[in-house]
Each structure stands twice: as C-alpha cells, then as structure tokens.
C-alpha cells in the first residue's frame, strides 16, 4: 500500500511540492482528477479519498509561467492558498517562536535553563533569517546545548547570527522610522534604568540584578552594551 492509499480517509502532505519532477507531476495529477490508484504491479485501481495539503519554498507562480510546473496541476492544487510572509518580514513572530523552541529544547535535552536573555531576543530580532523557521529553531536549540549559564546569551548563538544582526542593526541606525526611534528610546531607557539601578545598590550587581529580576550575567552584558560599570557607581 502507496502513501496515497494508505491516507485514504484522511490527509496527505506534500510538502516542498515544487520540487516534484514532471514526470511524477502528472501522476499526481491523474489522482487528484481519478481519485484512483493502483498499486505498483496490480491490474485493478482502488478509490481514494484524500485531502491534499501542499507546501512549498519556491516561487510556484515563476515555476509555473517558467514552464517548470505543470498549469493543470497548480490549478488542481490551488484552492484554499496561504502565503506566508518569510521570517524576517514577521518581527513580532520572532520572540515568540524563540520562546517556544527555546522550551521545547530545554524539554527534549533535560536541561534546567530558564530560556533566553534580553540582548539574545534583540539580536534574533535583528537578524534577517535567510533559513527562515527552521534556521531559527536550529540557532536557539544550539544556544540551549551550549549555555553553562541559567539563561542562555549571546556568547551561545553562532558568530556569524550575531556579527549579521550588527550589521543590520548598523545599517537601520540612520533610519528615522517608527522602529529606529524606538529602538533609539529604549536604548535610552535601558541606559538610564540601569544607572538608577546600580546607584541605588551602589554599584552592586547582584542585588541589582535582584531588584532587576534579571539574572546577573544579563545585567552585566546589559551594562557592558551602554558602557556601565559598577565600580563608577561605588560611594
């Protein structure tokens, strides 16, 4: 029994379909339209019911007009369509899927660490995402293996996500738009709360850090990203 058959009643996923040969294209196309198969050597054909899900990275639309998709078999297929935007162009999505993938992989590897840092989100957020989701997953399920502290920062993403997002980061930073006067106004917050704080303690970080609810090696690497110390702010 086929894939095809044995989803009878059910749902078949095909995913990256524009990768499919054209060969195998217009077979598939016969079931869709038949809604029959017949098993590798059988004589007879057997109904199926399937609903068919499709997926795919490419650009469906070139492919097609490319002649490298066949025109009857997206149209079949092309009933019910969702495009979704890529990664980069979803910022809000971003912390959130890191949150989830950061829990998950705490989960699977038996590891008692509390998720990711603050400078960690702002970075995976500044990132561009060329792998989209599952680049995204793969970085913060590293992040999680490598950290030796209670939240994982930025010493455990890959060099080159960090040295990418600066870049990006630079490249906005003469922008005037809503974001970069926002990013430029939390920046100055952060500064600002973060003298308070450690003037408060004078200059002790870990009960900074407790006021701060924050663990004390985000607290360093916040001051360190606004060139706090606490000895400045020792009386």
Known sequence: MGLVEFADGGTLFLDEIGELPLPLQAKLLRVLQERRVRRVGARQENAVDVRVVAATSRNIDQMVERGEFRRDLFYRINVVRIDLPPLRSRGDDIGLLAECFANRAAQEMGRTVGGLSTDVYQILKSYHWPGNVRELQNVVRRAIAMTRSPM??????????????????????????????RAEHVARFEKQYLADLLNRHWGDVSAAAREARLPRGTLYRLMKGHGLDGASFRK
């Not at 994982?152 to 997002?165: I, N, Q, R, S, Y």
């Not at 003469?174 to 970069?180: I, K, L, T």
């Open 152 to 181: 994982a920062g930025v010493d455990d993403l890959p060099d080159e996500v960090v040295a990418a997002a600066g870049r990006a980061a630079g490249a906005e930073a003469g922008a005037v738009g809503f974001f970069a006067q």
